[in-house]
């Protein structure tokens, strides 16, 4: 075991750079992996294998409910591992070729509904072919039922444009593909019947775009998808609810160590407080994960090109890229378990059961005060949940190609501004935390952030209104910038300074009571992350159902937006004397006043933290005094 001493301190044993370096590289490639779950296999279920909004939505809720047993049960195993190497290191060595399997798993499932090609159409704006409905054409009837758009309820015949069903093939026998990359849909035009009072029909063509776009992709929902049932839909839904449920129980005993480890390479209090400042910051740059969901359908190309429809080929890429992006990341996990080590090794520890772990983690008051602060701050994650529905349809209008080709550099040059100002905020000002914890108790730091950065979540809605619903602006957008580096600042400071101080509390109960639980500890870190996102999750959805920002919904703004419409001031309403867009306000409140309320409501448990530094340092010196006379008496 190395021994590095720290300068000034020689009975203080720490990492190495290369430790350090390599416990970020883990940290890195642990957090993409987070990333692809997080934010791609709810729409892989949703919108690629097609399986229920109500049974996936289920299986998220039941995990979330699950982890708050699994992640201490976790956490106990993980503290009652004694082996050479300590008893985070080995979870290190072995577990990250198992998450990497987990991650992979749930996306190897099959399509709880099959496309059927024949149906693969697009509403045709120009088909002066057909300009008139007769009962000889090639036709299907369906019928439009929606409570949301009840203007367009009723019968239609839908006819192929060409007179045929049959897609359009190459020379080679293999669908045609446009210069989109996708599938050549057939052109369809639609009329709407209508009945007299004597009974008599008549058949008017349908002409608005917005309207067509929407009645050809519910003709599609209705005719163009086979769903499957009995025992087949039982197994598909089944093994989304394992994998998922599997993935989550791995992850834990991965992520557990990996940041309990922190408290366990160190004896000094300053290299802790760097070494999850730094990990904090890697933990941001992990969000790349992130754009899974708009690399993958990037990849349909060489499925298509192998004559697969263009659903399947969808549901290839998505794999393919689950597989590429997992192996790469779990290569980065894998490092930081040959790099670590553990320089703390406390002697004599007890052991505690599954049920006494529980009485231990809700008997620290200290931990218990960090644990309800994070809860209570559950709504910052509506941020990373909002954040890429927000930039897709409020920057990009939902199209990113078009809405670059018009505004090109200047709408690149905006993002980017705003970018750095979350990102320089979220990851750079939280790197100056060391400093600052040395020259402040961490209790007023943690306070200070929690209740100063629930202003300026507060005013990005106020600047949203301020601008009447319009901020792709230059001043909007540098102002944006600003708050969202206040905000980010904040937040990253929030999440090294919990780290920190639940690195203190394991300090505390070995202390008190001659153990040290970084495994159970840092499990609630874990389930704070979860259960944030769950809560943060149902805000969304409610604020989402009051809007009518649901599946119909969405449908028929997406049509909108094709047609032309700007999502900015779709479905308008007066808000603060604006008129202003109700899906663009109900996404920017999301993203302001409900972390605003939890920031503030964070700050609340911490008032009176139990373990002031003074205390916390004394605490340590006593320890590391006892660690080096047994050692000296070894």
Not at 113 to 139: G, H, T
Not at 331 to 349: C, D, M, R
Not at 507 to 536: C, H, M, W
Request: charged share 15%.
């Amino acid at each position: 075991m190395s021994n590095k001493k720290t300068a000034g301190a020689p009975n203080v044993r720490t990492y190495s750079k290369g430790e350090l370096a390599g416990f970020l590289t883990g940290l890195a490639g642990q957090n993409i992996i987070y990333n692809i779950i997080a934010s791609g296999l709810a729409f892989y279920f949703q919108s690629v294998i097609f399986i229920p909004v109500v049974a996936y939505t289920a299986i998220f809720a039941i995990a979330r409910v699950w982890d708050a047993v699994n992640d201490p049960m976790m956490g106990t195993i993980v503290d009652k591992t004694k082996t050479k190497w300590g008893k985070c290191k080995p979870y290190l060595l072995f577990v990250p070729v198992v998450i990497m399997v987990t991650t992979i798993l749930p996306f190897f499932n099959s399509m709880y509904a099959e496309p059927i090609n024949k149906y693969y159409v697009q509403f045709a704006e120009d088909a002066s072919a057909v300009a008139e409905y007769s009962p000889d054409l090639l036709q299907e009837a369906f019928t439009y039922e929606d409570k949301d758009n009840p203007e367009l309820n009723g019968n239609y015949i839908l006819v192929p444009a060409e007179g045929t069903w049959d897609l359009k093939k190459d020379e080679n026998g293999n669908y045609a593909v446009g210069e989109d990359g996708n599938m050549v849909k057939n052109d369809a035009v639609i009329f709407r019947e209508t009945v007299d009072e004597n009974g008599a029909k008549t058949y008017t063509k349908v002409v608005d775009k917005t309207e067509g776009l929407t009645l050809v992709q519910r003709f599609q929902e209705e005719k163009g998808i086979v769903k499957k049932t009995g025992g087949t839909a039982v197994v598909i839904v089944a093994w989304a609810a394992f994998s998922y449920i599997l993935w989550g129980m791995t992850y834990t005993i991965g992520d557990i160590p990996l940041w309990g480890v922190t408290s366990l390479m160190t004896e000094s209090q300053e290299d802790r407080a760097k070494a999850l400042t730094l990990a904090r910051a890697v933990a941001n740059v992990g969000m790349i994960g992130t754009l899974f969901t708009m690399i993958a359908p990037s990849f349909n190309g060489i499925y298509l090109s192998r004559g697969m429809d263009q659903a399947h080929a969808l549901r290839y890429s998505y794999i393919t890229l689950a597989v590429v992006m997992t192996v790469f990341a779990s290569v980065l996990f894998q490092v930081a378990g040959f790099s670590v080590k553990e320089k703390v090794t406390p002697k004599s520890e007890k052991r505690y059961t599954i049920k006494e772990n529980f009485k231990i983690m809700f008997g620290n008051k200290p931990f218990r005060q960090i644990l309800i602060s994070g809860i209570l701050r559950s709504p910052i994650q509506l941020l990373g949940i909002i954040a890429m529905t927000l930039i897709m349809y409020y920057f990009f209008n939902n199209d990113i190609g078009k809405t670059l080709s018009v505004e090109g550099a200047a709408l690149i040059g905006k993002i980017g501004v705003l970018v750095v100002g979350l990102f320089g905020g979220m990851i750079g000002f939280p790197l100056f935390a060391p400093k600052l914890i040395q020259k402040f108790e961490k209790k007023k730091l943690y306070n200070f952030f929690s209740l100063v950065g629930a202003i300026p979540f507060a005013l990005i809605f106020v600047l949203f209104l301020v601008f009447k619903g319009n901020i792709l602006t230059w001043p909007g957008m540098i102002i944006m910038s600003a708050l969202f580096f206040m905000a980010g600042a904040s937040m990253g400071s929030l999440n090294v300074l919990q780290s920190v101080m639940i690195a203190d509390c394991v300090d505390y109960e070995e202390y008190t009571n001659g153990t040290r639980p970084d495994g159970v500890f840092f499990s609630g870190q874990s389930f704070i992350t979860k259960l944030s996102a769950g809560i943060a999750t149902l805000i969304s959805g409610a604020v989402y159902g009051f809007v009518g920002f649901s599946d119909s919904k969405i449908t028929f703004l997406n049509n909108a937006l094709i047609a032309g419409a700007d999502f900015k001031t779709f479905n308008p309403f007066t808000l603060g004397g604006a008129e202003v867009g109700k899906f663009s306000a109900a996404m920017f409140f999301l993203i302001s006043i409900p972390p605003a309320i939890g920031m503030v409501l964070a700050a609340i448990p911490t008032l009176k933290y139990a373990l002031t530094d003074k205390e916390h340092t004394r605490i340590l010196d006593e320890l590391n005094a006892k660690r080096n006379a047994a050692d000296d008496a070894e």
